[in-house]
């Protein structure tokens, strides 16, 4: 039995759940990138960066080729590149909309901070009659 088309998706996801393997897939979206580039326009550690390294080579994201003593990646599709750009669409309309928010939230702060309070009623006694304990009746 085939895994199901879902379950591969949700593993080709996890793949890209990760900020290294994010920052890795955009530095070769321009280009192919050494490792050495790598390391210093990630900022991460040389193990940590063959670990992430490794998690895309597996999940056929990259390829690696050696040149001398150097290793070379590049992405193993152009629509990697693709892929990271409507993802960059995604976000940005997720987070125009969380803007907007949060500007309404601020207008409506403001609005109260402005306007003048209006002070609570005091609250009427109750004609009601507290509950009956059941243990006789109120006299």
Not at 10 to 28: C, N, Q, S, Y
Not at 29 to 45: F, I
Not at 102 to 129: C, G, H, I, Q, W
Request: hydrophobic share 40%.
């Amino acid at each position: 039995m085939s895994t199901p088309l879902y379950q591969l998706k949700a593993d080709f996801f996890k793949t890209l759940g990760h900020p290294v393997r994010i920052r890795v897939l955009e530095l070769l979206s321009d280009r192919e990138h050494g490792v050495a580039e790598m390391l210093r326009d990630t900022g991460v550690e040389p193990a940590y960066l063959s670990q992430q390294l490794a998690v895309l080579r597996r999940a056929n994201m990259v390829v690696a080729r050696r040149e001398g003593t150097a290793v070379y990646y590049a992405l193993t599709s152009p629509q990697v590149v693709e892929l990271l750009r409507i993802a960059r669409t995604i976000l940005s309309g997720v987070l125009a909309g969380q803007a907007e928010l949060l500007a309404d939230l601020r207008t409506a702060a403001a609005a109260s901070l402005t306007s003048p309070t209006v002070a609570a009623a005091p609250a009427e006694p109750s004609s009601r009659r507290p509950p009956s304990t059941g243990r006789g009746r109120p006299g």
